[in-house]
């Protein structure tokens, strides 16, 4: 009897002893909780920027009249290419001819006279006044007869630079004034990149070291940019205009007005920055962190980081803090303790 007592005892205690093991265990992993990780890359630095911009032309000009009249002669249409000197339209020429004919007449008669006065004074046969007058009316008399020859010239219409006829404003046979727009003509040959920084961005202008632009539309990527200007005031939207200009030759496809995302990369200057999620960041004590995970603990670790300004994509720039071979918790940071044990989700997706 007392030995079988003895085995029953020795049984109800392994049996507590294994009871005790599974509650710890079961325990454990209560505690651990689930999370999703990036492995972080050092390529992949807040030394980077990525903005939307729009392709533009150098300069859209409109093209006008200096004179007014009626157009005769409308010589190009919409898309049509023209080159720098190219007749555009004419205004009938006959009033201006008449006008010129008058000025010439009068202004060979004021020389004559003025010629032959001059040779009397520099006999000092004529007071210098009277000289002065008559030069006076000879230079009036030059100036309507040069002013209609221009005038003359100036009804034909020309290409100021090559281009393209974006836009056609007028008919044939339509009178016009003068600095009436004619045509709208777009210079393409050299395409810009226009787009806008915000105020905490402008100063990084400076920086920019390798620009490229993606134009996917047109199926181009990595064009070669190079910084043209920085608005000094910023736009009606509290935000610096931004024109870049593209290199030329590397893309025929590419047209005014396509959209394209502008690639910047920032010199260094002995900084080391890193881009993480933003949902990866949590506040406490007024400063921010970030959860580092130990895959050979299986835990997790609180990291002090600096950021500095929120990012496209829903990324934000860290300063201070990381080395960039670190793996963060990118989800469930505001369930966490300092050396809690976690479990990675599988396919590490929520």
Not at 167 to 193: A, C, M, Y
Not at 303 to 313: A, G, T
Not at 328 to 337: C, E, F, R
Request: glycine fraction near 8%; charge should be neutral.
């Amino acid at each position: 009897m007392q030995k079988k007592f003895k085995q029953v005892l020795l049984f109800s205690t392994f049996v507590l002893v294994l009871t005790g093991c599974g509650n710890k265990t079961e325990q454990a992993i209560q505690k651990a909780r689930y999370v999703k990780v990036m492995q972080l890359d050092s390529n992949q630095s807040g030394n980077q920027l990525h903005f939307n911009g729009q392709v533009k032309e150098k300069r859209d000009v409109n093209v006008a009249f200096k004179v007014g009249g009626q157009v005769v002669d409308l010589l190009v249409d919409e898309g049509d290419y023209v080159n720098e000197g190219q007749l555009i339209a004419q205004i009938e020429k006959r009033d201006y001819v008449i006008r010129l004919q008058g000025a010439k007449a009068q202004y060979k008669q004021v020389e004559g006279e003025y010629t032959r006065y001059k040779e009397l004074y520099e006999k000092n046969k004529l007071p210098a006044n009277t000289l002065e007058k008559l030069e006076a009316g000879y230079l009036g008399a030059k100036s309507q007869y040069e002013a209609a020859v221009n005038a003359l010239n100036d009804t034909e219409l020309k290409a100021p630079f090559s281009g393209y006829v974006y836009k056609r404003n007028i008919h044939k046979f339509e009178n016009v004034g003068p600095g009436q727009p004619i045509i709208s003509l777009l210079d393409v040959s050299q395409l810009e990149v226009h787009f806008s920084l915000s105020e905490r961005q402008v100063a990084q202008a400076k920086d920019f070291k390798v620009i490229t632009c993606d134009v996917a539309n047109a199926g181009v990527s990595g064009v070669t940019a190079e910084l043209l200007s920085v608005n000094e005031k910023a736009n009606g939207s509290d935000m610096y205009d931004v024109r870049l200009a593209l290199s030329k030759g590397q893309s025929t496809k590419l047209r005014p007005g396509m959209s394209a995302k502008v690639n910047v990369q920032l010199s260094s200057a002995g900084t080391h920055h890193m881009l993480v999620p933003v949902e990866s960041v949590f506040r406490q004590d007024d400063d921010s962190y970030v959860w580092i995970y130990n895959s050979d603990k299986s835990q997790v670790s609180k990291q002090k980081v600096q950021i500095s300004q929120l990012e496209n994509k829903g990324y934000v720039v860290v300063d201070k803090g990381l080395q960039g071979n670190e793996v963060i918790v990118t989800a469930g940071v505001h369930s966490l303790s300092d050396n809690q044990e976690v479990r990675v989700l599988e396919n590490n997706t929520l």
